[in-house]
Every structure is written in structure tokens, then in C-alpha cells.
């Protein structure tokens, strides 16, 4: 039993407290250590593959000068390259970790083979997709 009328304020207030909101839950589990090591490992894994995609793709470029990919190689090497730029014979660095199945629609939270590296454009637009 309360002894005061403020412990019954304080009582009120606590109990009148909103359940966290699923975007709530969602942001507490991308800070958590497991995401953020299995998204560390996923990184490197990618980015050791991308290395050889890498200098295919620079090849084929006209105007490309070895001193370009050598920069590239060195300076942008603690990110892999964007997949869905790749494809499309572009060269972008992908600093979004995404799920390709999305967690809500069933895909694995840290299964690193429903991971992928995007850029910040196709990120937004497969969010943009995948929200409609």
C-alpha cells in the first residue's frame, strides 16, 4: 500500500507505461553484440570475395587507371562493394548490412547467407519495396 501520495503518483506513472513499440525492440536488437558480430564477420567475408570481383570489374573500365583501383582497394577496404550496384557493372561501396528475407517476413536474423551488403540508394529503395 502506498504510504505517501507521491508513492501513488510514482505508482501511476509506472503503471501507465506503453509497452515498447516493435521498432523499439527492432533498434535494441541491431545494438546488440550478436548482430553486430556475425555483421562484422559478414563484412570481412564479403569484402575478401569482392577483392577479385573487384579488379575484374576495373578491367572493363575505360577510363579506370591502376592508381584508381589501387586507392579503391586500400582506402575503401572496411566496407564490401554494393551487390545490387555490382550487377548493374557499377562500383559502390555498400555500407548497409541488409536481409535479403526480411526478419519479419520470416528470414534468418543471423544466418550470414541472408545477409548482403547494399549502398544507402538500394537499401532505401529495396526498403521502399519491400514496405508496400
Not at 90 to 116: E, M, Y
Amino acid at each position: 500500500m502506498p504510504k505517501s501520495i507521491s508513492d501513488l503518483r510514482r505508482k501511476r506513472r509506472q503503471s501507465s507505461k506503453s509497452p515498447k513499440t516493435r521498432r523499439q525492440i527492432e533498434s535494441e536488437w541491431y545494438q546488440s553484440k550478436e548482430w553486430r558480430t556475425v555483421r562484422e564477420e559478414s563484412r570481412r567475408e564479403q569484402r575478401q570475395k569482392d577483392e577479385d570481383r573487384i579488379i575484374s570489374v576495373f578491367e572493363e573500365l575505360e577510363n579506370a587507371t591502376s592508381s584508381d583501383l589501387y586507392e579503391f582497394l586500400t582506402h575503401k577496404k572496411q566496407y564490401p562493394l554494393c551487390n545490387h550496384c555490382l550487377e548493374e557493372g557499377f562500383i559502390t561501396v555498400g555500407n548497409v548490412c541488409d536481409h535479403i528475407i526480411p526478419i519479419k517476413r520470416g528470414g534468418a536474423k543471423l544466418d550470414k547467407s541472408n545477409l548482403q551488403w547494399l549502398c544507402h540508394d538500394c537499401h532505401a529503395i529495396k526498403s521502399g519495396k519491400e514496405a508496400h
